[in-house]
C-alpha cells in the first residue's frame, strides 16, 4: 500500500504563482507516472501534468508555459510548480500514482482569485 499526501494548496490571486507537492509514503519509482490531476466543480477530473519514471514530463495544453512538473526522487515527492495562475484554475489538484495498482492522493484546494 503507498499513500499519497498532497500539500501547497491555497488561495492565490490571478497571476500569482503556488508550488504543489505530492509526497509518497514508499519510493515513486514503483510507480511507471505520477501525474498531477485537477477537478473544479460540475466538471470532469482531467490530467494537468505527468512525469514517467524515466523522467519524461508532459504538461497539458491548459497549463503549457505556465506549470512545470518535477521531482526529488530522494524525497519521494513530485511537485507541480504554477505560475500566471488565472481563475479557471481553481479546482482540487490530486496526484495519482500509476503502476500495478493505482493510487490517488487526498486532494489539495487551489483557489485563483482576487
Known amino acids: 500500500q503507498v499513500q499519497l499526501v498532497e500539500s501547497g494548496g491555497g488561495l492565490v490571486q490571478p497571476g500569482g504563482s503556488l508550488r504543489l507537492s505530492c509526497a509518497a509514503s514508499?519510493?515513486?519509482?514503483?510507480?511507471?507516472?505520477v501525474g498531477w490531476y485537477r477537478q473544479a466543480p460540475g466538471k470532469q477530473r482531467e490530467l494537468v501534468a505527468s512525469i514517467t519514471s524515466g523522467g519524461t514530463t508532459t504538461v497539458a495544453d491548459s497549463g503549457k508555459g505556465r506549470f512545470t512538473i518535477s521531482r526529488d526522487t530522494a524525497k519521494n515527492t513530485v511537485y507541480l510548480q504554477m505560475n500566471s495562475l488565472k481563475p479557471e484554475d481553481t479546482a482540487v489538484y490530486y496526484c495519482?500514482?500509476?503502476?500495478?495498482?493505482?493510487?490517488w492522493g487526498q486532494g489539495t484546494q487551489v483557489t485563483v482569485s482576487s
Open positions: 514508499r519510493t515513486i519509482f514503483r510507480f511507471y507516472a
Open positions: 495519482k500514482g500509476s503502476g500495478m495498482s493505482d493510487y
